[in-house]
């Protein structure tokens, strides 16, 4: 799944959106409930999330055999590129970027 040139390409939206003012274009992220109760039933596997879960997972380990351990600032950049390559069917970003 992950090749260099991916892994490029991913590195070079980290970069680039690591350039935006939140102020003005906003960002996306991932809202995550947690049930601190414990009362509720766990909820069914989610394949979509599960799948997003492995995609970070798989990012992380070939951008820490590429460079070594990875710091919060990465693992933020990690998920802000995830978040806009899946919260619509364009980027986020691109929303910024458009007239």
Do not use: K
């Not at 350039?19 to 509720?40: C, K």
């Not at 055999?65 to 980027?91: K, N, Q, Y």
Request: aromatic letters at 8%.
């Amino acid at each position: 799944m992950i090749d260099e040139a991916w892994l490029d390409a991913f590195e070079d939206d980290m970069v680039r959106l690591g350039r935006r003012t939140y102020a003005v274009t906003g960002v996306p992220m991932f809202l995550v409930p947690e049930d601190l109760t414990g009362q509720n039933p766990t909820p069914p596997p989610d394949p979509e999330g599960e799948a997003l879960a492995a995609e970070f997972e798989a990012v992380c380990a070939a951008l820490e055999a590429r460079h070594g351990p990875l710091e919060s600032i990465d693992i933020s950049r990690i998920l802000e590129v995830l978040a806009d390559r899946h919260f619509l069917s364009v980027p986020f970003s691109s929303l910024a970027e458009a007239p």
